[in-house]
């Protein structure tokens, strides 16, 4: 009686979904042996011997960027919702993300002014990446920055999308200074105070047609050692790239359609 008395928790609406995504590689491998010139009487011969050896297609069970995650909302009345996701890389062909929660993982609120959310969400860039990259690119792309990466730079931060008014959408994102990581991180061993990192995002989509711009800035973020010699100082002897991976204050713009 008296637990047929109490109220009846609301539900919440939780949904389970994720890809498999595997496949069989072929790589056809031909091993190559080179022979320097020998020494006859203290003088080097000049012909280089090349042998080549029968080639050979090693072939191997490969995961493409295989996932499961969770998710759900529950009704806080007045058009307000709270929205929660919980999802976590997987692989068909063993090994894979030892810590749970990996990819996009958050807590938030969505109702008629949009949808706030704060953890592990994914930037501006990745949202343009889904359309025209299915298979989760993991190269270094833009000398070594991995703009293009998919779900590499998924940082711990606070982001706001917009609703959607004829086709147009926007949003920013906060991730604070502790938050930074991946190839932005601050280094504060050569004494240089970190950063807050900002990103914004301008959508469009009509029928067929999508465009998208994405912006990032951050201060003090160390790029890479390759991207920072490159761009910046042209060589590896200089004192700004000795003992320690180079800082610099760096915006990234990316415009897509299609």
Do not use: C
């Amino acid at each position: 009686l008296v637990l047929s008395a109490l109220p009846l928790a609301a539900v919440a609406d939780v949904s389970l979904y994720g890809e498999i995504k595997a496949g069989v590689e072929g790589r056809n491998i031909q091993a190559q042996l080179t022979e320097q010139p020998q020494v006859t009487n203290g003088v080097q011969g000049n012909q280089v011997k090349v042998t080549k050896a029968k080639s050979r297609i090693r072939t191997k069970i490969s995961d493409f960027g295989s996932f499961i995650g969770f998710k759900g909302n529950e009704d806080l009345g007045e058009g307000l919702k709270a929205v929660w996701q919980l999802e976590q890389d997987v692989s068909v062909a063993g090994g894979g993300a030892s810590q749970w929660g990996n990819r996009e993982s958050f807590i938030g609120l969505a109702g008629e002014f949009g949808t706030l959310r704060a953890g592990r969400v994914a930037n501006q860039f990745d949202d343009a990446s889904q359309a025209i990259d299915p298979w989760d690119s993991n190269n270094d792309v833009a000398s070594q920055l991995g703009i293009f990466k998919r779900h590499d730079d998924m940082p711990v931060s606070v982001r706001y999308d917009s609703p959607d008014f004829s086709g147009f959408s926007g949003s920013v994102q906060f991730v604070p200074i502790q938050n930074s990581k991946s190839a932005y991180t601050p280094a504060h061993v050569v004494g240089k105070p970190g950063s807050d990192v900002y990103y914004a995002g301008l959508n469009y989509k009509n029928g067929g047609f999508a465009g998208n711009y994405a912006f990032k800035y951050a201060r003090h973020a160390n790029v890479g050692r390759n991207a920072f010699e490159l761009f910046l100082i042209g060589s590896a002897t200089s004192d700004q790239a000795k003992g320690t991976d180079p800082l610099k204050n760096h915006q990234v713009h990316r415009l897509t359609g299609g």
